[in-house]
C-alpha cells in the first residue's frame, strides 16, 4: 500500500521504501485514543478476572445468555449475508475489479491463503454421537454440520473484510484500517471519533478471538503431554506454561516481520498438515474416507439451508444451548479472527481482481476443510463404529490423539500433532499482535516493535488467565469471552459491506462502463425522437 498520509506524518520523518513489500513506509504514530481505550478496556477486564474471578465468570455467564437468547438471531443472519454478498461481488460486474492498479501484478503466490483446521477428529465424531438437535443424525448430519461451521461461512467473513481493506488500501490509496474503510459510508466523520471506535473493536475482538486460540491451543498440547506420558495430567500450571511458550514465539516470530515470520510459519504449518493427513489417510480407514467425500458434499449442498436458519426460536429446548456451544460460538469466533486473518489475506492479495480474491479466499479454503475433515473425522468415525470408544476418551482435545493411538507410530504423529497445533497458534497469534500493531498505529504496515509486544504479552496474559480462573471449565470461559468480544463487531461488519458496496460502485472501472453504455444507447434514443427525414 502507498499510504496517503497526513501533513503531520509526511513531517516526522523521511520515507523508506521496504524492497520485500514495495510498500513505502512513513514516520510510525501512535494513536494513543485507540491504544490507551483498547489496553485500558483488556488491562480492566484482566483486573478484574485477578481479583474477583468468581463475579467475572458470573457476569459473563449472564452476557453470554443475554447475547445467545436476544442477539443469536443477527450472528445467523449476518454469517448467511456474507456469503451471498461475496458470491455477488464475484459472479457481478464488480468481478473483474483489480486490488491495486490497472495492470498491477500480484506480489503473493495463490497457496499463500491456504491454511489449517485442526478439529478434525473431535467436531466430526461429536456430531455423529451426538446429533444437533432436531437432526435424524448419522455420518451425513455429522459431517454436513462440521462442514457449515468451517467451509463457505467462516472464509465469507473473511473475505468481506480483506476485500474492504485491501480494495481501499492498494486501489483507493487509503490507509490500512478497519475506520478508513468506511470513508466511502462516512465521509470524514470516519477519521473521528466513529472511526476510533471502530478500530478499538477491532482490537478487542482480536485480542479475545487470539487469546480464545491460544487457549485451545494448550488445551490440546496439554492432552498430548498425557497421552505420550510425560505428564499423568496436565494442570493448569502445564497449561498457563504452554502459553507462555507460545506468547513467546509468537511475538518472537511477529518483530521479525511479516515475510520472515506469518509467510514461513504458514509454509512449515502447510507441509505439517500434508505429512499428517496423508498418513492417516493411508494407514487409516482408507475406503470410507474416500465413501465420505461425496457424502458429504451432498449432505452439506442439502441440508445448508436448514442449518443456516436454524435458532433458539426451534421448539427444541435444546437447540438454544447446542447453538451457543457450537454455532453461534464459531461464529463470533471466526468474526473475532477477521480483523487479523482479514488484513492479513488483503497484504498478500495485492494485484489479484475481485473474483479471483473470492474464490481464493473461499473455495480453495472449503476445498481443503472437506478433504481435512473427510480424513480425520472418517477415521474418527471408523474407530468409533469398530467398538474402540473414541468419544470416550475425555476431553475433545484428547479425541484426536487417541484416533492416532490406534494407528502406527502413535509416538510419533502425537507429537507431530502438538508441533503442528503449535505452529498453527503461533502463526494466527503472530499476524494478529502485527494487525493491532497496525490498528494503534494509524494503519502503518510495520507497526514499533514496542506496540508489537505489547499486544502479544497482553493477549497472552487473557489466555493465561481464562486457563487460570476457569479450571475445569476452561473452554466454556474461552468460548464465553469470545463472543462477548465479537458481538459488536459483527454490527461493524454488516456496516463494512455497505460501505464496500458503495465504494466499488464508483470505481473508474464501473463508471467507464457506465459512460460507455449511455454512449451506446445515445444514437439510439436520437433516431427515436428526432424529426422523421422527408
Not at 445468555?65 to 443472519?77: A, E, H, S
Not at 426451534?314 to 464459531?330: M, R
Not at 469470545?482 to 463494512?496: C, D, E, K, N
Request: aromatic share 10%; net charge neutral.
Amino acid at each position: 500500500m502507498v499510504t496517503k498520509s497526513d501533513r503531520s506524518e509526511q513531517d516526522s520523518g523521511a520515507n523508506e521504501e521496504r524492497p520485500e513489500t514495495g510498500f513505502t513506509r512513513v514516520g510510525v504514530r501512535t494513536d494513543y485514543v485507540v491504544f490507551s481505550v483498547a489496553a485500558a478496556a483488556v488491562l480492566a477486564i484482566v483486573v478484574w478476572g485477578l481479583v474477583a474471578p468468581d463475579n467475572l465468570d458470573s457476569v459473563t455467564g449472564s452476557v453470554l445468555g443475554w447475547l445467545v437468547t436476544n442477539i443469536g438471531w443477527l450472528f445467523v443472519l449476518a454469517a448467511s449475508a456474507f456469503v451471498l454478498f461475496s458470491i455477488y461481488l464475484a459472479v457481478s460486474r464488480f468481478g473483474d475489479i483489480p486490488l491495486g492498479k490497472d495492470g498491477e501484478k500480484p506480489e503473493f503466490r495463490t497457496v499463500s491463503w491456504i491454511g489449517l483446521m485442526f478439529f478434525g477428529v473431535a467436531e466430526p465424531l461429536a456430531h455423529y454421537v451426538t446429533p444437533p438437535p432436531g437432526t435424524d443424525g448419522g455420518v451425513g448430519t455429522a459431517m454436513a454440520t462440521t462442514m457449515f461451521h468451517w467451509g463457505l461461512h467462516p472464509w465469507a467473513m473473511y473475505a468481506v473484510v480483506g476485500l474492504a481493506i485491501a480494495y481501499g488500501s492498494y486501489r483507493r490509496g487509503r490507509k490500512q484500517l478497519f475506520s478508513s474503510a468506511f470513508i466511502p459510508l462516512l465521509g470524514r466523520k470516519a477519521e473521528g471519533p466513529i472511526g476510533k471506535v471502530i478500530d478499538i473493536l477491532a482490537i478487542f475482538a482480536t485480542l479475545f478471538g487470539t487469546a480464545a486460540s491460544l487457549g485451545l491451543g494448550a488445551l490440546q498440547i496439554g492432552s498430548g503431554f498425557e497421552v505420550v506420558g510425560w505428564m499423568e495430567e496436565a494442570g493448569v500450571f502445564l497449561l498457563v506454561a504452554i502459553v507462555a511458550v507460545l506468547t513467546l514465539a509468537f511475538v518472537a516470530s511477529a518483530v521479525s516481520g511479516v515475510a520472515k515470520g506469518i509467510q514461513w510459519l504458514s509454509n512449515i504449518n502447510m507441509v505439517l498438515a500434508l505429512i499428517l493427513a496423508l498418513f492417516v489417510f493411508v494407514l487409516g480407514p482408507t475406503v470410507l474416507i474416500l465413501n465420505l467425500l461425496p457424502t458429504t458434499i451432498g449432505a452439506y449442498v442439502s441440508d445448508l439451508a436448514q442449518m443456516s436458519a436454524r435458532t433458539g426460536a426451534s421448539s427444541n429446548p435444546e437447540t438454544g444451548a447446542w447453538l451457543s456451544s457450537w454455532t453461534i460460538f464459531y461464529w463470533a469466533w471466526w468474526v473475532s479472527w477477521t480483523p487479523f486473518v482479514g488484513m492479513f489475506l488483503a497484504r498478500i492479495s495485492r494485484g489479484r481482481t475481485i473474483r479471483q480474491f473470492i474464490v481464493g479466499v473461499i473455495a480453495v479454503p472449503t476445498t481443503v476443510s472437506l478433504l481435512w475433515f473427510a480424513i480425520f473425522g472418517g477415521a474418527g468415525i471408523g474407530e468409533e463404529r469398530d467398538g474402540i470408544g473414541l468419544s470416550g476418551r475425555g476431553s475433545e482435545e484428547a479425541q484426536l490423539f487417541g484416533m492416532l493411538d490406534n494407528l502406527p507410530l502413535a509416538g510419533v504423529t502425537t507429537v507431530l500433532v502438538m508441533l503442528l497445533v503449535a505452529v498453527f497458534f503461533v502463526s494466527g497469534a503472530d499476524a494478529a499482535s502485527m494487525v493491532m500493531g497496525t490498528l494503534s498505529q494509524r494503519g502503518t504496515l510495520e507497526p514499533s516493535r514496542w506496540v508489537v509486544v505489547f499486544w502479544g504479552m497482553l493477549t497472552g496474559g487473557v489466555a493465561a488467565l481464562l486457563l487460570w480462573t476457569g479450571g475445569s471449565e476452561a473452554l466454556d470461559g474461552l468460548q464465553t469471552m469470545t463472543i462477548i468480544a465479537a458481538a459488536p463487531f459483527v454490527l461493524v461488519m454488516i456496516g463494512l459491506c455497505f460501505s464496500l458496496y458503495k465504494d466499488l460502485s464508483h470505481d473508474p472501472i464501473i463508471i467507464a462502463a457506465k459512460e460507455q453504455k449511455r454512449a451506446l444507447l445515445r444514437p439510439r434514443r436520437g433516431r427515436r425522437v428526432g424529426k422523421p427525414t422527408e
